[in-house]
């Protein structure tokens, strides 16, 4: 029979919805939960069956039965859970972006050489089959070598500008586009491809410029809800002068969007939100359907394909913290600190309006050694 794995959740956002299911489906067993508000800690200790709450993360993270930590936590928070966690020897996933900036993720990537357990990301879209399938067909060249990548996000609920003022719309907190859809969308470059970005240029945008927070306040929004990047990526097994274009808004309308195509020198494919998969020949016309699974649906989350990935995803983190093993495919802290490289070049890039070399060492533009005990959930 194989053992339990005892996990602490750190936020009761994202895994409030979606994590906590997917790891009891798995068999995975909630020993912990933190947040900022003692009442959202005790109400998802209760629907879940977690035997301890607390508003102090640390706590959590130090139950007895604990082997998996996951952050799910404003990014502002991320460097001190994880070298926390990782200094007792615990397992860690960590939301994305791994960190506010490349210094924060260098020690990050760092403790994680240093440890024997699971460092890993949670850029969970690797695990939708149809991207699996994407990726394969990819390097085994079918569609040749990669000229160009376009990548479209938009999601309209941004846009509305009644939705009270939180943590995603400040800066110094790690909130925004870039950081939260960005991270994701470089994580995909890099992975789908095997290789690594070479220069940016990127445009940052607010469109919204205030909003009211909890007491009715106006407050500035810091952080960016658009976010147009064009970049060059390195040659490697399927890229050959390859360019990309992301182009991320949090407040278009009227759709879900996430999208990336693929444009070679035998053909093109197309990857949607759910992981569905279209391939178009040098001579074709249109795009034609490939048969994928689209893996589980979640009732009362909305179906960006976010949430069936993780279902995919959950279980494998289990087996591979029951075995002891690695995660083929799994985004670990070393492809975090690359993704943040990115963002970085990319934050400085939008500051300067120039275009901004990956080669050399980047500035730190923003940053925060604050600690606490707390956690905005």
């Known amino acids: 029979m194989s053992r339990d794995v005892g996990i602490a959740i750190l936020g009761t956002g994202f895994a409030r919805r979606v994590q906590i299911p997917a790891f009891v489906k798995a068999g995975g067993r909630i020993v912990s939960v933190a947040s900022a508000s003692i009442e959202n800690a005790k109400a998802t200790a209760e629907e879940c069956g977690a035997g301890f709450f607390t508003d102090d993360w640390r706590q959590a ?60 990301i949670d850029h969970e879209l690797r695990f939708q089959p149809g991207r699996l399938l994407a990726k394969k067909l990819i390097q085994a060249g079918h569609i040749g070598d990669i000229r160009h990548v376009r990548s479209v996000f938009q999601a309209p609920h941004r846009g509305d500008a009644e939705l009270p003022w939180n943590w995603w719309y400040d800066e110094t907190q790690g909130g925004g586009a870039l950081g939260a859809i960005g991270s994701h969308i470089f994580d995909s470059l890099q992975w789908f491809l095997e290789t690594d970005v070479v220069d940016i240029t990127c445009r940052l945008s607010a469109h919204i410029k205030e909003r009211k927070d909890s007491n009715g306040i106006l407050q500035p929004v810091t952080s960016d809800d658009e976010c147009n990047a ?28 996430n999208r990336m195509e693929f444009f070679g020198t035998k053909g093109s494919l197309r990857v949607e939100h759910r992981g569905e998969v279209f391939y178009a020949g040098e001579c074709d016309e249109a795009w034609q359907p490939i048969d994928v699974d689209l893996g589980e649906s979640f009732p009362g ?77």
């Not at 930590?69 to 994305?96: D, W």
């Not at 993720?105 to 699971?118: K, P, Y």
């Not at 060059?232 to 879900?256: F, I, K, W």
Request: aromatic letters at 4%; proline letters at 6%.
């Open 61 to 120: 993270i130090d139950r007895d039965g604990v082997d998996l930590v996951c952050i799910t936590t404003p990014p502002i928070f991320h460097k001190e859970m994880a070298l926390y966690s990782l200094q007792r020897g615990k397992n860690v996933l960590c939301e994305k972006p791994m960190a506010m900036d490349l210094r924060e993720a260098e020690e990050m990537r760092s403790a994680a050489d240093s440890s024997s357990v699971l460092s890993l």
């Open 230 to 257: 064009l970049l060059n990526l390195r040659d490697g097994t399927v890229t050959r002068d390859t360019t990309a274009l992301v182009a991320v808004s949090m407040t278009q309308s009227p759709e879900y969007v």
């Open 301 to 377: 989350v909305p179906d960006t394909g976010f949430a069936r990935a993780f279902a995919t995803f959950a279980p494998i983190i289990l087996d591979a913290v029951r075995n002891g093993n690695t995660i083929p495919n799994a985004a670990t802290f070393a492809d975090g600190f690359q993704v943040q490289k990115v963002i970085d070049a990319a934050r400085r890039s939008a500051v300067e309006g120039s275009i901004i070399s990956l080669a050399g060492p980047l500035p730190v533009l923003h940053g925060s050694e604050a600690e606490s005990n707390h956690v905005p959930g």
